[in-house]
C-alpha cells in the first residue's frame, strides 16, 4: 500500500492535477483497492469535521494580518527603518532584506508574501547602489523561508492540525530554530562579504538621530509580535485568539500610518480568502487520506515496512532529510508536508522520535523546498520583482544560505534541544 | 461565449469572496470583542463553536473563488515543458478530474446535512445550535464549488472543440502565482 500511494502521489502530481484533488483521488484509492468496507462514506462527514475548526481559522486571520501590513506600506517602512539599524555590517543593505524578512515571517506567517514584498521594496535600491545581484536577491528568497519557522507560523497550525499535537509547543519550538537562522544568515552574509567586500554594497552607518527616529515605524511591529506570541505562551489566548486580535493590531498599525482604504482592504480580503481558499482544499483532502489510510492499516503496514529496511533510528532520519531535499526540488512547501504527514509522520513517530521536535525538523527542510529549483517558489518570486537578469542568479545567491539551512537541519538532528528546550522550559 | 461566461463567473465569484471575506473580519472582531468582555468577566459564549461554522463557510465558498482565480496549487513540471496545444490539454484533463472529485464530495456531503435535517440534530455544546442551520449553507457551498468546476470544464471543452484550446490558458492555465505576487 505504501508503494502504490507513493507512486501514485508522484504520478498524479507529475501531471499538474491541484495537489488537494491529487489527495482526495488517493483516498479513493486507498478505500477501493485496500479497504474492506467504504471508507468514502464517511467522506461527507470527514469534509465537514476538517474544515469546521476553530483551530483553522487562525490560517485566514493571519495571512489578512500578512495582507494588510504588506497592502498599507507597513511592510516599506519596516526595511526603511531596518535599514538604519543593520546596515552597517559589512554586506550593507543585503542585512536589512535578512532582517525585514524575518520580521515579516515573524507577523505574516507566509513565506511567499514576505519574499514578496522585501524584494519589491529592495530591488530598486539595489540597483541604484550597485549591489551584486546575486547575493542580493538570494539573501531575499532564503529570509522569506524563515516565514514559515518564526511563529505565528501557518504551516506550524497546519502541522499540529493533521498530527493532533500543540500548535503553542509547536510555536515555542520553532522561536529557537527561527531566530538562529535569521542570525546565522546574517553572519553568512557578513564573512561573505567581509571577504569579497565587490558583493555586497557600501556599508551605510547612520548619524543616531536617523535611528531613533526610525524605530517609530519599527516598534509598533514588534509591540504587535510580542502581543501575539506572549498572549499564546503565557496561555491568556488560543492561537486562533492570538490572530484575531493581530488582524485587529495590525488594522491599528496600518490606520495610524494612514495607508487604509476600501480598495487597499478589498484586496486584501480577496487575498486572504483566496489562499485560505487554496490552504483548505489541501488541508481536508489530506485529513481525508489520513483516514483512509489509518482505516486500511497503515500503522501495522508501515511496522512491517521498517523492520524490512533494518535501519536504526538515526539512519531513518537520515533517509527521511533526503527524501525531502530530493522531494523539495519538485514540490512546494505546504503541498509537501501535507502530502508527506500521512505517511512520514506515523513512521517518524514509531522510531521514538518527538512529534514536536519533528515538526520544526520538517519546517526546516521545506524551507529549503521554497528556494532548491526546479520548483522553487521564492526564486520565481523575487525574480518576478527584479524586472532584470535572469533565474540562475538568484539561484546562485541561495546557495550559501540553503547551506545554512542544511546545517541548522543536521544540528537539530544532533542537538534536538534547539528545538525541545523552550517548551520543555515553560511547561 | 465561454470566455464571456468565464468573466461573468470570475465578477460573481468575486462578490461572493468579497462579501465572505468580510464575514471573516466580522468573525475577527466577535472573537477580539468577547476576549475585551472577559477582562470584565463577561463573554457572549460559544466563540469557538462559531470560529468553527464560520471556518467551514469561509473554505467552502471560497473554493470556487480559488478556483476561477487559478488559486489551487498544482506542480508545473512535465506541462511547462510541452508546446501550447499539449499544455491545454494537461489543463483540460486537470479539470474534468477535478470536476469529478468536487461533484462526488458535494454528493458525499449531502448525507450529512440529511441527517441533521431529519434528526432536528443539535451540536453537543453549551449552544445546542441546530447543525441544519450551518451545514446547509456549508453544503449549498460544495455544491456551488461543483456547479463552478463543471461550468469551467465545459467551457475549456466547449473552446477544445472548436479547436480553440490554447484559449483556455487565461482560466485554467497559467499557474496565477507569478501574476498575483506582482
Redesign the interface.
Known amino acids: 500500500m505504501i508503494t502504490y500511494v507513493s507512486a501514485g502521489l508522484l504520478a498524479l502530481?507529475?501531471?499538474?492535477?491541484?495537489?488537494?484533488?491529487v489527495l482526495?483521488?488517493l483516498g479513493?484509492g486507498v478505500d477501493q483497492f485496500f479497504s474492506n468496507f467504504p471508507l468514502?462514506?464517511a467522506?461527507?462527514?470527514m469534509?465537514?469535521s476538517s474544515?469546521?475548526?476553530?483551530t483553522?481559522?487562525a490560517i485566514?486571520?493571519f495571512v489578512?494580518l500578512g495582507e494588510i501590513l504588506v497592502r498599507s506600506g507597513v511592510a516599506t517602512r519596516t526595511y526603511a527603518a531596518l535599514d538604519r539599524w543593520v546596515s552597517w555590517m559589512p554586506g550593507g543593505l543585503v542585512h536589512a532584506n535578512v532582517a525585514t524578512a524575518t520580521m515579516f515571517s515573524a507577523t505574516s506567517g507566509s513565506s511567499?508574501a514576505t519574499a514578496?514584498t522585501v524584494a519589491t521594496v529592495a530591488m530598486p535600491q539595489a540597483e541604484k547602489l550597485g549591489y551584486d545581484p546575486k547575493l542580493f536577491s538570494g539573501a531575499i528568497a532564503a529570509g522569506g523561508t524563515l516565514g514559515i519557522m518564526i511563529p505565528p507560523s501557518i504551516n506550524l497550525i497546519v502541522y499540529g492540525f493533521l498530527t493532533q499535537s500543540s500548535i503553542p509547543q509547536l510555536f515555542l519550538a520553532g522561536l529557537i530554530p527561527g531566530l538562529t537562522l535569521a542570525f546565522a544568515f546574517l553572519m553568512v552574509t557578513a564573512i561573505i562579504c567581509a571577504i569579497r567586500p565587490e558583493l555586497g554594497g557600501n556599508r551605510r552607518v547612520f548619524p543616531f538621530i536617523q535611528m531613533a527616529r526610525a524605530l517609530v515605524d519599527l516598534v509598533p511591529i514588534l509591540i504587535l509580535f510580542g502581543l501575539i506570541v506572549g498572549s499564546i505562551y503565557r496561555g491568556w489566548?488560543?492561537p486562533?485568539?492570538a490572530?484575531?486580535?493581530g488582524?485587529?493590531g495590525a488594522l491599528i498599525i496600518a490606520l495610524a500610518f494612514g495607508g487604509v482604504n476600501w480598495a487597499m482592504m478589498?484586496e486584501s480580503?480577496?487575498?486572504?480568502?483566496?489562499?485560505?481558499?487554496?490552504i483548505?482544499?489541501?488541508i481536508?483532502g489530506a485529513s481525508f487520506l489520513n483516514f483512509t489510510l489509518s482505516s486500511a492499516g497503515l500503522g501495522r503496514e508501515l511496522t512491517e515496512f521498517m523492520e524490512g529496511l533494518g535501519l536504526g533510528p538515526l539512519g531513518f532520519i537520515m533517509v527521511v532529510v533526503v527524501l525531502y531535499i530530493v522531494l523539495g526540488f519538485?514540490?512546494?512547501t505546504?503541498?509537501l508536508m501535507v502530502v508527506t504527514i500521512p505517511i512520514i509522520v506515523p513512521m517518524v513517530l514509531a522510531q521514538g522520535y518527538d512529534v514536536v521536535w519533528f515538526g520544526i525538523l520538517m519546517i526546516v527542510l521545506v524551507e529549503m523546498a521554497l528556494i532548491t529549483p526546479?520548483?522553487g517558489?521564492n526564486l520565481?518570486?523575487v525574480q518576478?520583482?527584479r524586472k532584470s537578469g535572469n533565474l540562475n542568479e538568484v539561484m546562485l545567491g541561495v546557495i550559501p544560505y540553503a547551506a545554512v539551512m542544511l546545517g541548522m537541519a543536521f544540528a537539530l538532528i544532533a542537538v534536538p534541544d534547539i528545538a525541545l528546550w523552550l517548551p520543555n522550559a515553560l511547561r | 461565449m465561454e470566455l464571456a461566461l468565464i468573466n461573468e463567473l470570475r465578477k460573481l465569484n468575486r462578490a461572493i469572496a468579497l462579501i465572505v471575506g468580510l464575514g471573516l473580519l466580522g468573525m475577527a472582531s466577535f472573537v477580539v470583542a468577547d476576549i475585551a468582555l472577559r477582562q470584565v468577566h463577561a463573554s457572549f459564549g460559544g466563540t469557538e463553536e462559531i470560529a468553527g461554522y464560520a471556518m467551514a463557510l469561509v473554505s467552502s465558498w471560497g473554493m470556487a473563488y480559488a478556483l476561477l482565480e487559478l488559486g489551487h496549487i498544482r506542480i508545473d513540471l512535465i506541462r511547462s515543458r510541452t508546446n501550447n496545444t499539449s499544455r491545454a490539454l494537461f489543463d483540460i484533463f486537470s479539470m474534468i478530474i477535478m470536476s469529478w472529485v468536487v461533484v462526488t464530495i458535494a454528493i458525499k456531503c449531502w448525507p450529512v446535512v440529511e441527517r441533521a435535517v431529519e434528526n432536528g440534530s443539535r451540536a453537543n455544546t453549551p449552544l445546542a445550535t441546530p447543525l441544519a442551520w450551518v451545514q446547509i449553507p456549508w453544503f449549498a457551498g460544495w455544491v456551488w464549488f461543483a456547479l463552478m468546476s463543471c461550468l469551467v470544464t465545459l467551457a475549456a471543452i466547449g473552446l477544445l472543440m472548436r479547436g480553440r484550446a490554447t484559449e483556455t490558458e487565461p482560466f485554467i492555465g497559467a499557474f496565477a502565482e507569478q501574476d498575483t505576487l506582482k
Open positions: 502530481l507529475a501531471v499538474s492535477i491541484p495537489v488537494g484533488i482526495f483521488l479513493f468514502s462514506r467522506l461527507g462527514n469534509v465537514w474544515s469546521s475548526s476553530a483553522l481559522i485566514p486571520f489578512l511567499v514578496a489566548a488560543t486562533t485568539e490572530a484575531a486580535v488582524v485587529a478589498r480580503l480577496l487575498g486572504t480568502m483566496k489562499v485560505t481558499s487554496m483548505m482544499l489541501i481536508i519538485f514540490i512546494e505546504l503541498s526546479p520548483v517558489l520565481y518570486v518576478g520583482a
